[in-house]
T-cell receptor, first 113, second 113 residues
Framework: DAGVIQSPRHEVTEMGQEVTLRCKPI?????LFWYRQTMMRGLELLIY????????DSGMPEDRFSAKMPNASFSTLKIQPSEPRDSAVYFC???????????FGPGTRLTVL | SQQGEEDPQALSIQEGENATMNCSYK?????LQWYRQNSGRGLVHLIL?????REKHSGRLRVTLDTSKKSSSLLITASRAADTASYFC?????????????FGQGTTLQVKP
């Protein structure tokens, strides 16, 4: 299995631009999580899906952030418009069941200038 | 505040020595997990301990859980330079939780050759 796949691995954009991060979970996993990691705030859960349905989006910082999971093999996290304070590493993770171990992707390092 | 708080924040030891990291949490849990993150990589699951377990082993790893004190420890025996990484505990917040994991700030371990 290829593991959790994220793209792009690095993204540099200018303030105000739209950013879309992509994730392909491990085949057969039914829970998908989006995290953000910064030095200041550590690892924060943004949103998670169970069977493609958003369950908890309380970690989404504001309306500029949105996430979708149109099918079991694909999810996106969109930031529109982006701001410099959104600069972070964004991780996607999947698990077989909600309380089981999570498998993390390599992350997308986002820099907003 | 974070559910899991690791202690110490940073630890530096010589190869061959044992490394002990501690985690404290605030609410009830179903299980507690430990993850490792190498620099620039995603988190990797190490071990999961359930609330009715007190100790668990996996190779050179030993995890203990004291639910009365709401604390856990991770012991790495006979450390190697390759163990250099950040280590995070994660809790699920108990039966009232919707299924998300809450990560602590992590312990940065440096193993000197």
């Amino acid at each position: 299995d290829a593991g959790v796949i994220q793209s792009p691995r690095h993204e540099v954009t200018e303030m105000g631009q739209e950013v879309t991060l992509r994730c392909k979970p491990i085949s057969g996993h039914n829970s998908l999580f989006w995290y953000r990691q910064t030095m200041m705030r550590g690892l924060e859960l943004l949103i998670y899906f169970n069977n493609n349905v958003p369950i908890d989006d309380s970690g989404m910082p504001e309306d500029r952030f949105s996430a979708k999971m149109p099918n079991a093999s694909f999810s996106t996290l969109k930031i529109q418009p982006s701001e410099p304070r959104d600069s972070a590493v964004y991780f996607c993770a999947s698990s077989l069941r909600t309380y089981n171990e999570q498998f993390f992707g390599p992350g997308t390092r986002l820099t907003v200038l | 505040s974070q559910q899991g708080e690791e202690d110490p924040q940073a630890l530096s030891i010589q190869e061959g020595e044992n490394a002990t990291m501690n985690c404290s949490y605030k609410t009830s849990i179903n299980n507690l997990q430990w993850y490792r993150q190498n620099s620039g990589r995603g988190l990797v699951h190490l071990i999961l301990i359930r609330s009715n377990e007190r100790e668990k082993h996996s190779g050179r790893l030993r995890v203990t859980l004291d639910t009365s004190k709401k604390s856990s420890s991770l012991l790495i025996t006979a450390s190697r330079a390759a163990d250099t990484a950040s280590y995070f505990c994660a809790t699920d917040g108990g039966s009232g939780n919707t299924g998300k994991l809450i990560f602590g700030q992590g312990t940065t371990l440096q193993v000197k050759p």
